[in-house]
């Protein structure tokens, strides 16, 4: 037989065990390659939120001399319209990785438009969407 204080050490292990598994966040991570020379539209992806933040990184250029920045516009897909939230401008140097946040934009599947001035020159590179 169980002695009432193991039950009761039993029972506040499994209220903690109830309260701390729904405090649990999986972090959505997921990376893409471009390869553009004016406009790029991304395919969905599902955030888990607050924050979205996309990492972009220039691998390499058709043509050198273009240091034209990368302007990336973060969407919400809606139900019939889609909220356009801001636009953020990435370095296009070669090798070098950035990352803009944009901040408490809550759970829900975003898509993000990238472009740059039209000269002609096309930016290949990778990039990863994460919250």
Known sequence: MISSSSMKKVVGF???ITVMVPSFA???SAG???DFK????????????PDVKIQLE???KSKAGSNYPIKVTLYRK???FDDKLSTQSYPSDIGKSTTKTWSG???ATYYFIMNKENDGVTYRGTGRIFD
Do not use: E
């Not at 004016?38 to 939120?49: A, I, R, V, W």
């Open 105 to 107: 934009v809550g759970k």
């Open 14 to 16: 499994l209220a903690l």
């Open 58 to 60: 220039v691998a390499s």
């Open 38 to 49: 004016h406009q790029l539209t991304s395919k969905n992806y599902g955030t888990m939120g």
């Open 78 to 80: 809606g139900i019939v």
């Open 32 to 34: 893409f390659v471009f």
């Open 26 to 28: 999986f972090a959505y």
